[in-house]
């Protein structure tokens, strides 16, 4: 059975950190994804990495402050979020794309995905 189960998030002060773990089962060989919606807002683009881990690519508002990684032996993929905006506020959900093995690709489309987690609700307060 295909499943994304996210967790990590949370409430934070403005300028705090959260770290946001997306683990995979069911899956072979898969790019991941992470997208956020603010209530009242359309999804947007995080950040996604390849299969191979290789390749990464951020959403301009997220560069330099977030940082996306995955850990094969884990099935797992993280969102580190560091100096958080109030902005930032939304539900995060991570998504994966079935891809070839050892791709190198990565997409930030969320309708190439297959597959969604629930989501996690982070808050960044002023």
């Known amino acids: 059975q295909v499943q994304l189960v996210e967790s990590g998030g949370g409430l934070v002060q403005a300028g705090g950190s959260l770290k946001l773990s997306c683990s995979a089962s069911g899956f072979s060989s898969y790019a991941t994804g992470w997208f956020r919606q603010a209530p009242g807002k359309e999804r947007e683009f995080v950040a996604a990495i390849s299969w191979s881990g290789g390749r990464t690519g951020y959403a301009d508002s997220v560069k330099g402050r977030f940082t996306i990684s995955r850990d094969g032996a884990k099935n797992t993929v993280y969102l580190q979020m560091n100096s958080l905006k109030p902005e930032d506020t939304a539900v995060y959900y991570c998504?994966?794309?079935?891809?070839?093995?050892?791709?190198?690709?990565?997409?930030?489309?969320?309708?190439?995905?297959?597959?969604w987690g629930q989501g996690t609700q982070v808050t960044v307060s002023s």
């Open positions: 998504a994966a794309k079935k891809v070839a093995y050892l791709s190198a690709s990565y997409y930030s489309d969320g309708v190439l995905y297959d597959y």
